[in-house]
């Protein structure tokens, strides 16, 4: 298994660019999510997914979109990029939690390194 | 609204010596605590979880309900423990469909040979 995967590694942008991070997972996890991580800051929740076809906003949702078609892919998409976009982004996948369980142990990607000038 | 407090940003410790590294929570429902850590050029992965109630490399973390702590804790620290720590929190958020985790900003534990 090669878990959680993330392409690219590192990204520059310029204002207003646009560019799609790519996140999959080959564990067969329903639940999805994407993490952004400023300089000494916590990783902050932007979008997840419990499956296929359905997302929903978490803690920071503006200036971002998703989608998830399928149970493998959930891809970030940046329109308009913007300074305070430069972060590292971080992907994870989780199974679905157990009864009486609120959340399962979440798989962590390599991180993407993006930078907007 | 659920929040996640690791006050210390950097920890130094010499080899040998005892760790603790500080985590206080702020929910108003159960929480479930968890631990992450992140080696050096390594991905973010978990190292425990309060329901487990486990040890992992040393590492215990006991949830104290009454003043709100899940501090990490390993008796004798070992070089190869410098890493990157951050405290999780799983709470139903408000207005949210499901649980989500809130992460505290992290503690950069060194340990000095």
């Known amino acids: 298994n090669a878990g959680v995967t993330q392409t690219p590694k590192f990204r520059i942008l310029k204002i207003g660019q646009s560019m799609t991070l790519q996140c999959a997972q080959d564990m067969n996890h329903n639940y999805m999510y994407w993490y952004r991580q400023d300089p000494g800051m916590g990783l902050k929740l932007i979008y997840y997914s419990v499956g296929a076809g359905i997302t929903d906003k978490g803690e920071v949702p503006n200036g971002y979109n998703v989608s998830r078609s399928t149970t493998e892919d959930f891809p970030l998409r940046l329109e308009l990029a913007a300074p305070s976009q430069t972060s590292v982004y971080f992907c994870?996948?989780?199974?679905?939690?157990?009864?009486?369980?609120?959340?399962?142990?979440?798989?962590f990607g390599p991180g993407t390194r993006l930078t907007v000038l | 609204a659920q929040r996640v407090t690791q006050p210390e940003k950097l920890l130094s410790v010499f080899k040998g010596a005892p760790v603790e590294l500080k985590c206080n929570y702020s929910?108003?429902?159960?929480?479930?605590l968890f631990w992450y850590v992140q080696y050096s050029r390594q991905r973010l992965q978990l190292l425990l979880r309060h329901i487990s109630r486990e040890s992992i490399k040393g590492f215990t973390a006991d949830l104290n309900k009454g003043e709100t702590s899940f501090h990490l804790k390993k008796p004798f620290a070992q070089e190869e423990d410098s890493a990157m720590y951050y405290c999780a929190l799983s709470g139903r958020d408000s207005g949210a469909g499901s649980y989500q985790l809130t992460f505290g900003k992290g503690t950069k534990l060194s340990v000095i040979p």
């Open positions: 994870a996948s989780s199974l679905d939690p157990g009864l009486g369980a609120s959340t399962d142990t979440q798989y």
């Open positions: 929910y108003s429902g159960s929480p479930e």
